[in-house]
C-alpha cells in the first residue's frame, strides 16, 4: 500500500523525550515506527518491561506511566505522541520512593495484601503517583475512584487502596520534616 504525504512527512522527522530523566532523541521510521504504540516503544526498544501490557485496549490500567506528571495508558498513545515529553516509568522511581515502599510494606500474602502477582503492581503505583501529585490528601472514596481503571486479577484491591492512603502519610510526614 502506497505511503500518504503525511505518513511519508512523519517518517522523516526527528522526535526527542525524557524517559526517566534521560534524554532520547529518534528518527521515526528509523528508530521507530510511525504506528509504534509507546508502551511498545519503552518495553521493546529502551527495555522498560515494568511497563506491563496485557489488554492494550485501554481497559486494565497495566501500562500506566507518567507523562509530564500524569498518568496516561502507554498502550492507548502512539511513542511520536510523546514527543517533546518526560516520561516516568516504575523503573525511574527512586528507592525511597513512599508508593513503592507503601506497597512492599503490605505484600505478605493474606487478605489485606496489596500485592500478590504484582503485574498490576507498576500500573497501581504510577496511577497513585498521579493522584497524589493531584491532590496529596484523597479521601478513600477519592483513592476508590483515581485508581478505578485499574484492573487487579488477584482482587487485592482492598490492600492497593490501603498501600496508596498510607503512601500519602508517608510524604505529607516527609513534607513536614523536610520543612523543620
Ligand atoms: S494494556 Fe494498556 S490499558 Fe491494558
Ligand atoms: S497483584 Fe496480581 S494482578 Fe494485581
Given at each position: 500500500m502506497e505511503k500518504t504525504n503525511q505518513e511519508l512527512k512523519r517518517e522523516e522527522e526527528i522526535i526527542q523525550f525524557k524517559v526517566n530523566g534521560r534524554d532520547y532523541q529518534f528518527t521515526v521510521g528509523r528508530?521507530?515506527?510511525?504506528?509504534?504504540?509507546l508502551s511498545s516503544f519503552l518495553r521493546e526498544?529502551?527495555?522498560?518491561?515494568?511497563?506491563k501490557v496485557s489488554?492494550?485496549?485501554?481497559?486494565?490500567?497495566?501500562?500506566t506511566i507518567l507523562l509530564n506528571g500524569e498518568s496516561v495508558l502507554?498502550?492507548?498513545?502512539?511513542?511520536?505522541?510523546?514527543?517533546?515529553g518526560e516520561i516516568v516509568t516504575i523503573?525511574?522511581?527512586?528507592?525511597?520512593d513512599e508508593v513503592v515502599n507503601s506497597f512492599v510494606e503490605m505484600c505478605?500474602?493474606?487478605?489485606?495484601?496489596?500485592?500478590?502477582?504484582?503485574?498490576?503492581t507498576p500500573g497501581f503505583i504510577m496511577e497513585a503517583h498521579s493522584l497524589l501529585n493531584k491532590n496529596p490528601n484523597p479521601s478513600p472514596d477519592e483513592i476508590k475512584e483515581g485508581l478505578s481503571g485499574h484492573i487487579c486479577r488477584c482482587g487485592c484491591y482492598h490492600g492497593i487502596e490501603k498501600a496508596v492512603e498510607n503512601a500519602a502519610v508517608l510524604i505529607m510526614k516527609k513534607g513536614v520534616e523536610s520543612d523543620v
Open positions: 528508530d521507530l515506527e510511525p504506528q509504534e504504540t526498544r529502551l527495555g522498560l518491561t515494568g511497563v489488554c492494550e485496549q485501554g481497559a486494565c490500567g497495566a501500562c502507554s498502550c492507548m498513545m502512539l511513542a511520536v505522541e510523546a514527543d517533546g523503573e525511574g522511581l527512586n528507592q525511597e505478605e500474602p493474606g487478605f489485606g495484601t496489596a500485592m500478590q502477582c504484582g503485574f498490576c
